[in-house]
């Protein structure tokens, strides 16, 4: 085994500590001195990481020890950090806290003891002194099989408040933090922070945070922890290789086109997914449901998650592109949609001001949005008949997290039909048997009509190798069926 790649995990002592702005502010910092910094993010989350790839103007992926499992968790760390100076792994919650209230599947702590990565522990120390140690005392002592090598301290109030921290708690060491300010933080939404991606966030609220990771926190510090981290193990390394040798050996033959929505309203996307898509012979072709009038020359759709809800107007009043989807599942053109794309394929999104808003129509249902959360946590799907993604009986992992729910479409003048070729609501069969990991209770889901299936999951396919290689498989045949 060569040298260990350098990594470092960044977790939380809890949620809203600012493991995001931690994790993203030294990565800034450690850019802008020249270094390749690889991002990461433990669990589920799509937001994190539109926020790591604004930092280091680059891909951020998950890992998921509970979605990914242990073998998928090690190759794509190894995969992706490849070739990078420093790899950065933020955390998910508290760095104990996961699936199971009892043991570690689903945490940081797995995902950094799989990595044998050391961790620098972010402590929101705002009105907090001595009582820092106990707390660190604490998580540092948890678990003998983890390395609690350093201590930020977030939301600091001076650099007198710094000092006192530092001579509290010596082992492991403060080594360093970043101040209050409220001027700057990142603003939040009901799914927590807002996607990084909006207009309204500017790059000068990046480099701000990188400025003051410098100044505030040690960074050569830090650089020294994460490369004495240990050489990964050989299957890792391994994995790395492979990915290396694909690399040079060019892109896999292109078996199909398949459009991803992808713009302000959807965006939710696992970077291993889409990798698995090209693997497997797809050519990714990126449209916008809310700009775009025609769709490109593809095989499939894949609707990710997103924001349709808050940009409900501006995808009603893009007619001609919702024609163009109901004319393609008209036309038996496989259409994959998760969770937002489940509720841009309803009849109509209706918003928490009661407002219905037209939508594609081919889900014969309204997405209705709540004022509280309707679904949260981890799911195994087992596929109950043949889809898009292949035969009956397929098993993969994923999460739901979502505001809206389903109910039957409110009576309605219909909307003019924009095009001749416009398709009607279809009939939908549940094809998923969905088993919630906390509770075991199970659910019927998975919106099945020839060739659209559309469902609340967000899947990661990790889980399941052969789902990414079945969509693949429906876009070629589609792809010839056209070309007769």
Known sequence: ???????????????GVGKTTTTVAIARALRARGLRVALFKCGPDY????????????????LDGWMMGREAVLSTFAAEAAGADVALIEGVMGLFDGASPTGEEGSTAEVAKWLEAPVALVVDASGMARSVAALVQGFAGFDPGLRVAAVV????????HLDILRQAQRSPPVIG????????RFPERHLGLRTADEAALPEERFDHWGAQAEAWIGLDALLEIARGAP???????????????????????????????????????YADNLRRLEAAGAELVRFSPIRDARLPDVDALYLGGGYPEAHAERLTENAALRAEIRAFAGRGGPIYAECGGLMYLTEAIRTLDGRAHPMVGLVPAEAVMCEKLQALGYVEVETQARTILGGAGLRFRGHQFRYSELRPAAPATPEPAPSPAAQPPLPIEHAYSVRRRRGGQVAREGYWA????????????ASNPLVPEGLVASAAAHRKERAR
């Open 47 to 62: 937001l994190d990481p539109t926020y790591h790839a604004r930092a280091v103007a680059g891909t951020s992926h998950n």
């Open 153 to 160: 301290c977030n939301q600091v109030g001076s650099r007198g």
């Open 450 to 461: 020839q060739s659209v299936l559309a469902s609340y999951v967000h899947a990661h396919w």
């Open 1 to 15: 085994m060569g040298p260990g790649i350098p990594r470092l995990v960044v977790a939380g002592t809890a949620s």
């Open 231 to 269: 050489a990964l193990p050989a299957a890792s390394e391994a994995a790395a290789a492979t990915a290396g040798a694909a690399a040079s050996a060019g892109a896999a033959p292109r078996r199909a086109r398949i459009g991803l929505a992808f713009d302000e309203a959807f965006h939710f996307y």
């Open 177 to 184: 933090g970043l101040p209050r300010d409220e001027a700057q």
